[in-house]
């Protein structure tokens, strides 16, 4: 037992868990820093909806489709060596981004660095949750809150550096952060999967395929909300009047309620439950999200906070409860696929409800993503029965 256990876990879980919390800031950083920069290249190339979506979608696209062969790859190179090299790739996307001239050079730099970030997610958590065994749930807690703290520092400091500087330079500067990350790696210990281990985990748990699958589906409704709302919510801003700043700050303001509802919703769900603890926080989403839209700027700005913990409070329920009901017990692949899924999700939701706001206007685009959160409701309802815990 101490043999395997010592092949599979690395000799310093806090450590893991430290270096993997500050690759997941870095990274969920990049992903919605976008939201900041949308308006930005709507007034500089002249972009709708759809295109403006479609970056968003490239971006997330690209990650979602590279996630379960970064996992996969993997289990035969150590784990820090994809991390780095994929965080090097979404750094230099970013540069790319900074280069081009209209939206064609701008995909390409979105797909080179959501491609980077499809290493973080299956690798990190795994290897988290080998780091801490039996013990892990709360680990993947503070994995997850890093990650927040990401998405709320990085918007935030892009938007102050664009009222210093061209957008193209503070692009270059925030690729540089990713670069000292790479960098940072080298001090993170192996990281690389034990097949021994792993097939004698796996031989104790035989999961739930179709729990699984609604689960996945939860997953992908919420994430699918989470995006449109966050595509559409600056153009929500500007629309009452909102500067730029402001909706850098706003951003902020959402993302920090974000990392408060992981903490919150995790706790809630030990205490009511995952059904009890969705119908919830998918109910205040979509109450949230309309009255967002419906209130004057300051009364929308201060339900911000509130809006993110909702947003968010669902998927800390979500991701730990993925070990529960992993195809076979393979923990590792089950987050590559639930990753995937989600990730996915948030790629295709924006373009669709892009479509719907160029055709009927940005409001209309917005109540998408409040009908999709309902529409988590009967599914967690049908998941309830197949958990240990309700």
């Not at 925030?174 to 792993?198: C, T």
């Not at 730990?320 to 696929?337: D, I, K, M, N, Y």
């Not at 924006?350 to 309902?374: K, M, N, R």
């Amino acid at each position: 037992m101490s043999s395997s256990r010592s092949a599979e876990a690395p000799a310093a879980p806090n450590r893991t868990l430290a270096v993997a919390g500050v690759v997941h800031a870095l990274h969920d950083g990049y992903t919605d820093l976008i939201y900041v920069l949308l308006p930005i290249w709507q007034a500089e190339f002249g972009l709708s909806y759809s295109l403006l979506a479609l970056l968003r979608g490239v971006y997330a696209g690209a990650m979602a489709a590279l996630q379960v062969p970064s996992g996969r790859l993997a289990e035969r190179i150590d784990g820090r060596v994809i991390l780095a090299a994929g965080t090097i790739l979404a750094a230099i996307g970013y540069v790319v981004a900074g280069l081009s001239g209209g939206v064609a050079g701008l995909c390409l730099g979105l797909a080179m660095s959501g491609a980077g970030s499809s290493t973080q997610h299956p690798i990190a958590s795994a290897a988290v949750s080998r780091a801490f065994g039996a013990a892990a749930r709360g680990p993947i807690g503070t994995y997850n809150f890093t990650g927040d703290l990401g998405k709320a520092a990085l918007p935030a400091l892009t938007s102050l550096l664009v009222t210093l500087m061209p957008w193209r330079h503070a692009l270059w500067l925030v690729a540089l952060l990713g670069l000292l990350a790479a960098a940072a790696l080298a001090f993170m210990p192996r990281i690389r999967v034990s097949h021994a281990a792993a097939a004698a985990r796996d031989a104790r748990s035989s999961g739930d395929r179709r729990g699984f699958a609604l689960l996945c589906g939860i997953g992908g409704l919420d994430t699918a909300a989470r995006m449109g709302f966050l595509t559409f919510l600056p153009f929500v801003l500007l629309a009452k009047g909102a500067a730029l700043p402001t909706i850098g700050t706003a951003f902020a303001a959402v993302f920090i309620g974000g990392a408060l509802g992981k903490f919150a919703c995790g706790w809630l769900g030990a205490k009511l439950g995952v059904l009890r603890t969705v119908l919830l926080t998918e109910g205040a989403t979509a109450l949230l999200i309309v009255a967002t839209t419906a209130l004057p700027l300051t009364p929308a700005l201060l339900l911000l906070p509130f809006v993110g913990l909702a947003l968010n409070g669902t998927s800390s329920v979500l991701y730990g409860t993925v070990p529960e009901l992993a195809p076979s017990g393979r923990v590792e692949h089950g987050f590559a696929v639930f990753y995937t899924g989600v990730t996915g999700s948030g790629a295709l939701a924006p373009v669709l409800f892009g479509a719907v706001g160029d055709s009927f206007g940005g409001s209309w685009g917005i109540s998408c993503a409040a009908a999709t959160a309902l529409l988590t409701l009967p599914l967690a309802v049908l998941l309830a029965p197949r958990l240990t815990s309700r």
